[in-house]
């Protein structure tokens, strides 16, 4: 009987069969979940690109447009002369909103200025006026305009003159001899204004806290004591040390309306909260024994 001779392998050839099929089956496993991983991370990500829609909530509001600015042109010949009162001053109001008005600003602050003439009437005046320090209308033609402004007969005319000198502050100082003859006035509320204006002239009126000082102890039920508090507070150094030893020895309403002043202005550590509520209640309790005594 013949026999066959068969080839065996060796058994490192065994092992080493095992190795190539192991490391195979290890491969396609990790190719597996390589893939699986990658699929999962594209489907992420369109899933953050697309937006989250509530299927209760209405549609997405449309962004408003920015507003546009006044046609500079337009403005221009609604501020002119020929235009009647009402348009004149519809167009000094639009004319004071400075972030619609870019490089054309100062034409169209000319052009305000020219409408505080007298020609122009009071209310155009006036409304001219009050638009200066909004505008920076605070050149040479501007400020003659005050000055012509805080002579005028008319009493409506000077106060609006006297309030365009304090919101412009110290570059109108050319004004301050307009200011103090307000000053002399007889009524309550051109004082007042003349007041508040010569406050907010700078160093050039620290020779003038005097007047606001004899001011700050006048009628307490008028406007003046309290303008001229607010007044001296905006002097600095000066008015401020005579709101300060009127703290301590001033009758009631002068204590409260001092108080008040530093306190409005800025923060001092020798004028707190505190201070002011305790010069309200003196001056309450001054009201209340003036209320008890019997009429003279």
Do not use: C
């Not at 909530?57 to 408003?64: D, M, S």
């Amino acid at each position: 009987m013949e026999r066959n001779n068969l080839r065996v392998m060796p058994l490192s050839g065994w092992i080493s069969l095992a190795a190539i099929i192991g490391i195979a089956v290890l491969v396609g496993v990790v190719m597996r979940h390589w893939g699986e991983a990658h699929e999962e991370q594209q489907a992420e990500k369109e899933r953050a690109a697309t937006p989250v829609v509530d299927p209760e909530a209405g549609p997405e509001p449309t962004p408003e447009p920015e507003p546009e600015g006044p046609n500079v042109g337009e403005l221009l010949e609604a501020l002119a002369p020929s235009t009647d009162a009402e348009g004149r001053i519809q167009a000094i109001e639009a004319a004071t909103d400075q972030r619609l008005l870019g490089e054309e600003r100062q034409r169209v602050a000319d052009a305000v200025v020219q409408a505080a003439s007298p020609a122009a009437g009071p209310d155009v005046r006036m409304a001219a006026l009050a638009a200066f320090a909004a505008l920076g209308a605070d050149g040479e033609s501007a400020i003659a305009k005050l000055r012509a402004a805080l002579e005028d007969p008319d009493e409506r005319i000077r106060i609006a003159g006297l309030e365009a000198v304090a919101e412009i502050g110290p570059a109108a100082v050319d004004a301050m001899p307009s200011v103090l003859r307000s000053m002399e006035e007889e009524s309550p509320d051109e004082v007042a204004a003349a007041a508040l204006a010569l406050g907010s002239l700078g160093r050039a009126a620290e020779d003038h806290v005097g007047l606001l000082e004899s001011l700050l102890e006048s009628d307490p039920e008028g406007p003046e004591p309290w303008a001229a508090a607010r007044a001296l507070a905006r002097l600095g150094d000066p008015g401020e040390a005579i709101l300060l030893d009127a703290i301590q020895e001033g009758d009631p309403w002068v204590r409260y309306y001092a108080a008040s002043a530093l306190l409005r202005k800025d923060p001092d550590p020798s004028v707190t909260q505190e201070t002011a509520a305790e010069a309200a209640d003196a001056l309450v309790a001054e009201l209340e024994v003036d209320s008890a005594s019997p009429p003279e």
